[in-house]
């Protein structure tokens, strides 16, 4: 992947969130109060879960010994990819899309790791 490819790719991204009526709080404006109000803390209460199922998520990995035991490398993908999701779906911020970006990476590094002992 080019960096101008992956340049395109944001600026797609870009202008689907400015265009999602969902995923934008300009969307909100010419509503009425109570509407807005019901929207935010559907918001907010969708943000919190998501962020409360990546820490469950986060404590389940880290009680793994992936690094000791081969056999747990998958579940450990398992649980990286989750993390990553959720994360994605919280989206509050750049801060959250680094956080994604590096539990698919440990998942896609778990996951090569594993297919190594496989064809050993």
């Keep these: 992947m080019t960096i101008e490819n992956n340049e395109d790719n944001h600026d797609e ?3 689907v969130v400015q265009n999602n009526p969902f995923l934008n709080d300009s969307t909100y404006v010419n509503t009425k109060p109570q509407l807005q109000k019901l929207a935010k803390s559907l ?6 879960y998501y962020l409360s199922q990546a ?21 450990s993908a398992r ?3 989750k993390i990553a999701v ?16 590096k539990y698919y990476i440990e998942a896609y590094r778990n996951i090569m790791e ?3 002992h496989l064809t050993q």
């Design 13 to 15: 991204t870009n202008n």
């Design 43 to 48: 918001r907010d209460a969708s943000l919190s």
């Design 55 to 75: 820490r469950r998520a986060k404590r389940k990995h880290s009680n793994l010994n992936h690094e000791r035991f081969v056999e747990l490398l998958p579940l």
């Design 79 to 81: 649980y990286c990819f």
């Design 86 to 101: 959720f994360y994605e779906f919280h989206q509050h911020g750049s801060d959250s899309n680094s956080k994604s970006l």
């Design 114 to 116: 594993y297919y190594i």
